[in-house]
């Protein structure tokens, strides 16, 4: 994240006559966002959860934390065809962005994943099975995280 | 954020005998980041760094919306069957490392068009629509929430 100090935290940890702990604290923080482990959540606290589609791909599932693993059902789905599921999350506001990520389980260049649908409360996604040809009769292991977002 | 503090912010809030103000307000920024009752990720509403734009003429003309979030409509000019469609946002807030995450809202007719982020650059990015149904055409106007993820390459 694009986030500075000014110049006098700058070697904030070699400096601790000059600073007070607090500014050594969020020196440390702020490393941390820009230099270190990256934009995310922690694990251990929470923020994450799982869950796992039952009956159909186009079942619902409920999951309310802003990160999470959605394993999704194994039904096939035919050569060209789509199937949209509702990912119920109270978390979730209008003008967020959901940004999800396949781990893996699809049958080999079958769908892709996109998320299709927003609202308060929930996104869908849908699975499109691109090829061709064959069907897709895997698991999807889907990532995903919410993003705040605003109009204003 | 992954970000963690040590082990002397725990539980500040209730702890105000032990901790100092500034100990205590920086313990509630990193709440927002990771705590449960977090905004989590993103940008906050009400500070001007999210924007609006509405696509006008056609699914190919670009729009211009110079923030780090916010909200385009597109327009509903119908989209064969099999057909694609790219669009230019003009946005001087992004650069060539950086993520552009978009998700849709609403808008394209059922079972139509996907919406991927397929190209950014210095001060733009673009948007392509990919009509992936052989019989039906999108006449749909997309909503389409984004956020820009600064990034480096150094």
């Known amino acids: ?152 | 954020m992954p970000v963690t503090l040590r082990a002397a912010y725990n539980n500040a809030t209730s702890r105000l005998a032990d901790v100092t103000q500034d100990m205590l307000d920086l313990y509630n920024v990193v709440q927002q980041l990771n705590g449960t009752t977090g905004t989590g990720l993103g940008y906050v509403t009400g500070q001007g760094v999210g924007g609006a734009v509405t696509q006008i003429t056609s699914r190919s003309t670009g729009v211009t919306l110079s923030k780090l979030t916010g909200t385009i409509t597109g327009i509903n000019t119908s989209l064969a069957a099999n057909a694609q469609a790219e669009f230019v946002v003009t946005n001087t807030l992004v650069a060539i490392t950086d993520t552009v995450n978009i998700s849709v809202v609403s808008g394209p007719t059922a079972a139509t068009s996907i919406f991927t982020v397929s190209g950014v650059t210095n001060g733009s990015f673009t948007i392509r629509i990919s009509n992936v149904s052989t019989t039906t055409a999108d006449t749909g106007a997309p909503i389409i929430n984004f956020t820009v993820i600064k990034g480096a390459n150094t």
């Open chain 1, 1 to 152: 994240m694009p986030i500075t100090l000014p110049p006098s935290y700058q070697n904030a940890p070699s400096r601790q006559a000059d600073i007070t702990q607090p500014m050594n604290d969020l020196f440390n923080v702020v490393t941390q966002i820009n230099n270190g482990g990256g934009v995310g959540f922690v694990a251990g606290v929470g923020n994450g959860a799982q869950v796992a589609q039952q009956t159909s791909r186009t079942t619902p599932v409920t999951i309310n934390n802003r990160c999470g693993i959605i394993v999704g059902n194994n039904a096939s789905l035919p050569a060209q065809t789509r199937a949209s599921f509702v990912v119920n999350n109270n978390t979730v506001g209008t003008e967020d962005v959901v940004v999800i990520c396949l781990r893996g389980g699809p049958t080999a260049d079958t769908s892709q994943f996109f998320v299709t649908g927003i609202g308060t409360g929930s996104f869908t996604i849908t699975a499109a099975n691109l090829n061709a040809v064959t069907a897709d009769t895997g698991f999807p292991v889907i990532h995903f995280v919410v993003i705040k977002s605003a109009i204003t």
